[in-house]
């Protein structure tokens, strides 16, 4: 999960709102411009989730007896126990950053490769991603049931830690496959089980954005995952992201050495660097006041006695928006073109992430949450949350239908080593079996229930088109504002 | 004469050089590359002057007995004590500052016409230049002579005042021109008189490098000035300039204006007439030492909670030579095109005033001081000093031979207080009537001695040849330096 | 009025709040930490307004059958059309900016002496401020009426206007307190009349914060004031004002000369004036995203030579609470100091002008809301606006009731040359006699009516208490931000 | 040795002067102040090096016919090529960059130690640093003989190398040390020998400044060095270094991390770095055109969505003398407290490094470029060049007298891969043979000859009281400038 340890002002002010029922599916447009481009689209939302009904129809599929749901559930547990929750445990106690997963990468390989998985790694170019796939021995003429696993861990202080509790998130999907994979050859149901895995969630470049558009997910029907977190929650249907549409950008000035006693000879790349860094310092007043932009110079020359050839700056450029991010990210490439030209330079632009608004499903969403309910799990939260995607980049959600499960799983927060702790104790083992046996329903119930696979298809089709109409909306109520 | 308070460290140590014989020429040259372009140069200088042996032909001619020019000087004497000196103190005691000096120029149009010049005003589209003619009754068959006049004063805390002593400098002209024209009517020599009224010496636009391009000098054979100085000196043959070639700058930058609590909508000028005065900073190590490079941001902005749409930049960019001159400048565009870019707005580049190397000729140099010498003036500097052309524009002494004459005239410093009050004591009085006797000698001898005026045009037709060759050789030397 | 071209976001966003009936006091707080230390107070504020009900007893009021009001607002009417609304377009055609309108002063003055008043000019050191005092003949042991004009007229490309319609509002000060001074005469009812004359609204320093601090308006009960607009308004009661809490600041930085061939020899006040605009820049990020500071640079050096000794910016720094304002005006004192220190000069920092939140009182507002309407005012606005005080200032209206009297007098926006127009034309002379006629009633209801000068008082009073426990909560709430 | 690619324009310069015989002492001060400052002690450097007549003394000595001295230098021969010579080699081909040279100090400290010397490790608190003592066995009653061992190497884009043949120093040393030593014994002449080996040239902080401060050298007599050269060199007697004094500072903001979505409450350590180093560059008009400034920012924030609570700017600050260097450097102490106020960060300042003018006695250069000549050295330059003192700190040739060694023993200029190669070679291996002979030839001079010692000790002493009258002179030049 990215970090988001505050919610801006400017979202604390939209999401008071909400007490409005009429408005109950906004809260993911926070400046005046996306809620009057989004306003129809909006009460489209309502409509379709007036339609749905999604809570009530959750609560009585959640509630019904089904034999065969619950040996899968069953099943779910006794792979957890028998092995799942110690490669956990192994997982949380051999921490690797993002990228550098192998030791991660090799043992859920096996693992897979000895459950009869088919396993491609390296896969859309990166060292540690892989795709397990299954095919039903009852033929493929059924859903592919997909879910993702992460398995990087974050750099601290004091060592490398998991405090994100990505360590989980393989075994439980791969408790919840296996499961599956036992119903669906006992009881020859057709269809694919594909798990994906997907590395440095932590860090840039945002791998989920390089697999989806390697055509990594295409074929998968409903994708799964789980993720630690506090409180036990679902989102509202709608679109939106956690924490702004980001654009993670490189700046890199190439300029001529010379030795500081014939510095003419030179031309400074660091000087470039440092006058487009305070550009965007001097730019902040020609950028609506949501925007949020933060940046680094990490390499700023190597010998102080030589001129430097080479700088790099790097931003995180945030904004509730798309439409308007790229409009920062357009003056800003200005700036930084604008400082090369100053100073004689080189620059080169590198967009290394793009994270971008995805979609949450009403049908998905309350349905792992009536899950969750029923099975117990802590510490609730009555009212939904702001839309947000299943997955960081913003990107698959807007294509796939899936869901985030995300049982309570610590006292504590993200990215502590407080939280790296409860992966080993009874809260986190607990929860991270009901993340697996949540997500092994919810996929039971999609590839069991027709009726219930259309509803999410539809909703799936429909939140797309009308994402599109907000977009199309939004550059219009832009236009005038930002016509050069 | 331009301010030079303080001559630089450079020029100190070139100075020094001048101690050794062979490089008697130098002086001028102040840049290792300067020095490298200008050697071969120089020699010829060195072996021109050598065939000329300025110094002894002018004490020579100095040292004459010649009644008709003596009559001439005891004119020039009745017309300072007769009138000049009276109209000298009056323009001393109505100081009037540059292109704005109406009644001086009123005045001084008034007695020319007077006596019998035609004169022109408004020329070269400057209101207050002029040029006074007259033709001989001999006819136009000899040279034209000409005499430069400024009358512009200083802006001063306490007031406008004239501490350069330009109240003196054309009625210094007209006594010598009359003198010389009583003679050439009454001994029936052929020629003409042209006196030139220039105004604003002492700021921007360069109003003799306007008039230069206007072609107002056309047709004159020699040019005099007469200028206040608190020594009797006289120049080396040779090319330079008192205080380095310059570009008198003004960057314009415009963009649009947004009340503060929308400053998103506005794009702000002095955002980028800021960055581009801090990029100008930035620069610096990439310009050889020699450059001085000095600013001000005199337009920056008029209500504090509006965006400012303009602001203005205005640069003193000063190399020892006009080729890494060009070099800065052209960095220094780039430098405000960047920041321009950067922020969004539009600039205006516009080069108020060029100064360049002047060209200073042994025969008349050592010429005007044989004759201060024989007048008595006081302050002798035995050492000719680094060359720098007759006028501060440098573009005209390149074009037509000419000397500034220059008598000891205050005790204390240009531009200072006790210098003004100088204009009106004996020291003023004494030396300004010197500065006329000599010109009009110069101006006699060019006049009547056919030998010399061929030695004045050969040695300045040399001179000019050299002096494109030595920038040719400059740019072929910077060449490797300076390509892109 | 000071300009007000957009709402922010930030208040767009709060004012959707107030569809929430509980909120009815909200609108003036727009910040989490704002409404977070407000909370407590808007309810005391919610109370105190229910208790006094203000719209219905001023329904009542002015409703009612009273005689002597309705003879004193026929004779407001005879001094309009007999002398004053010939006075206005006077006024407006000679049109004097701000701390200039010496002849709005002398014509105004000579008016109100001849009507008795005592007058002193030059008040509080302002040499266009004035007084102008009446005692009843039948003692003044009753309240103290007052009445603001002002007269400034704005400086435009086309020459200075009237775009406000202050040319308007000591007219209309004079016609009502004549025809109360008639009244208090004839009817022998004890007290006084003071109409301050206040200079300079539209520019800096802000005269009425100077007359205030000069205890200028000290022994004044009640206060009055119209201004020109589109719409006939009224304000909630609360606290707040129309763009935010505003401090606007001087850094003026001196160093040393020096000619640039010697720039080492001096100490460049320019380069500290940039450096300190820049680091507001640099700054941005670490204030709260509600901040609004814009400057300008109008003096940054005179000599493009000569290294500059002086520079100056200026800030109009906002924010929309006082306290987390002196906390930006803090950091960015340390800004400024800094750069001093980094570029080896001193600087100088000057607070010109403290504009604040204000004082409305549903009392008075709903009764000159009641009049207006009575009165067939066009243009009715039905929803109270935010508070805002009824003086630009702020500081009076936290310590005097009043109210400022607003019948829509243009179609055109405030500082157009249209509005201006609007000054001789039927829709702003009547408007000016309903604002000089509800002037005249509002302070003739106060004079009379011991019952409702009570509630005014104790609103008043109330109010006052629970903005200094807003501030002080505010103070709180900010702290573990805020400590060093 | 620090590299000096280019000399700048103001040495060039000064250098030309050095045509004039009567300043034959000149070329170490290159500004006018510094001439100024100099002017008489270069008179009694003139007429101390005419009392001494060093260059015939020397021929002198290296004529006369002594075969203890030539037994002595065949001894050294048969170490050079019984084993020092391969030990050069190994070294040169196992390269260690500064304070890692673990490998040369283990061989080196072990053959020392074999061949009988005392062995200090870790002297002065650097890991690879050592001290190696030897008595006579005749008794202690006689000179130390000091002789200094580098052997770092330099890092390269193709990995580490030798590219200043520091490999070859200490063999050079040990094999004149081991001759010397077999001599004293034989002999029975009293004194010792000391080998300093000292890490790290190439890099700051300067080894040898810590080495001395801490008191290292103390009791040397005499300190001999070698280094590789492109010309058989000597140096003119007085004051001054290769390329300016340094100062190598760093300078390291502190601030307050936050997490970009909530800016407001970190305090940027980056933007105060960017603000000084940008500063810096503010300040450049402000120094003296000789200084060179150049830095570089290498710790400029970890991650882009973080505000930086730590960033790191380090300068190398130059300047022609040690006086106006401390004034720069303390300008610019103030620009980066003046950076951290304004951001409201801490900052801590560090020096590094601080390399100064040294001394060069013309009795020991002459001797061992007399011993050169005679030995047959190869490309030796007739006339002496400017005075650098014997290491690259400047500091320990202020007090102890000593010659740096310099037979040509590449065609290939120094730092480069083909110098590396000449280790091998028989113009690298020649060469420092030779190197080795003219220090034992220098050693036993100055062991053997009382009046030559005598001389050595005088010039020292005399030459350091007139730095210290050159240093008090500048200070006193200097002080109307830099005072307050």
């Known amino acids: 999960m990215r970090p988001s340890p505050a919610l801006v002002v400017l979202s604390l002010a939209a999401s008071s709102l909400v007490a409005s029922p009429v408005l109950s599916s906004l809260g993911a447009q926070s400046t005046p411009t996306e809620r009057a481009a989004a306003a129809q689209v909006l009460t489209e939302i309502d409509a379709l989730q007036a339609r749905i009904a999604p809570a009530p129809l959750a609560r009585r599929m959640a509630e019904r007896a089904d034999a065969d749901r619950d040996r899968v559930l069953a099943r779910v547990e006794s792979y957890w126990t028998g092995g799942m929750q110690g490669l956990s445990d192994w997982i949380g106690r051999h921490p690797e950053v993002g990228f550098k997963e192998v030791l991660a990468v090799d043992t859920l390989t096996k693992v897979l490769r000895a459950a009869g998985f088919r396993v491609d790694t390296g896969v859309a170019g990166l060292h540690t991603a892989f795709v397990a796939r299954w095919d039903s021995p009852a033929g493929t003429n059924g859903p592919t049931l997909g879910l993702i696993g992460e398995y990087d861990a974050l750099r601290g202080t004091q060592g490398d830690f998991h405090g994100d509790q990505h360590n989980a998130q393989s075994p439980v999907a791969i408790a919840a496959a296996l499961a599956l994979k036992d119903y669906m050859t006992e009881k020859r149901v057709p269809g694919r089980i594909a798990i994906y895995g997907t590395p440095g969630e932590e860090v840039d470049p945002p791998a989920k954005t390089i697999m989806w558009r390697a055509g990594v997910f295409k074929g998968a029907d409903i994708l799964v995952r789980s993720h630690s977190t506090t409180r036990t929650t679902r989102a509202r249907a709608g679109f939106g992201v956690c924490c702004l549409n980001i654009n993670s950008v490189k700046y890199v000035f190439k300029g001529r050495p010379s030795h500081q006693m014939s510095s003419?000879?030179?031309?400074?790349?660091?000087?470039?660097?440092?006058?487009?860094?305070?550009?965007?310092?001097?730019l902040r007043p020609s950028f609506r006041p949501e925007a949020s932009i933060q940046g680094i110079i990490p390499e700023g020359g190597a010998a102080p006695n030589v001129v430097p050839d080479r700088a790099r700056v790097e931003y995180y450029i945030r904004y509730p928006d798309e439409i308007y991010l790229a409009h920062i990210d357009s003056m800003m490439a200005n700036a930084a073109r604008g400082a090369a030209l100053a100073m004689g330079v080189e620059v080169e632009i590198e967009h290394v992430g793009e994270y971008r608004d995805g979609i949450s499903l009403g049908s998905l969403e309350e349905l792992q949450f009536a899950y969750a309910r029923k099975l117990g799990a802590p510490k609730l939260v009555d009212e939904a949350e702001r839309p947000s995607g299943y997955e960081e980049s913003g990107w698959v959600s807007r294509e796939i239908p899936g869901v985030g499960v995300r049982v309570a799983s610590?006292?504590?927060?993200?990215?502590?080593?407080?939280?790296?702790?409860d992966n080993f104790t009874a809260m986190g083992h607990t929860a991270f079996l009901m993340d697996a046996k949540v997500e092994a329903a919810v996929l039971f119930d999609f590839l069991t229930n027709a009726s219930f696979r259309a509803t999410v298809q539809t909703e799936q089709k429909t939140?797309?088109?009308?994402?599109?109409?907000?977009?199309a909306g939004l550059r219009e109520a832009y236009a005038p504002e930002l016509k050069p």
Chains 1, 2, 3, 4 share one sequence.
């Not at 003419?264 to 001097?282: H, K, P, S």
């Open 463 to 471: 939140m797309a088109a009308l994402f599109d109409r907000y977009v």
């Open 410 to 421: 610590s006292e504590h927060a993200n990215h502590t080593y407080e939280m790296t702790a």
């Open 264 to 282: 003419w000879n030179g031309r400074n790349a660091l000087e470039a660097a440092v006058m487009f860094y305070t550009a965007v310092d001097r």
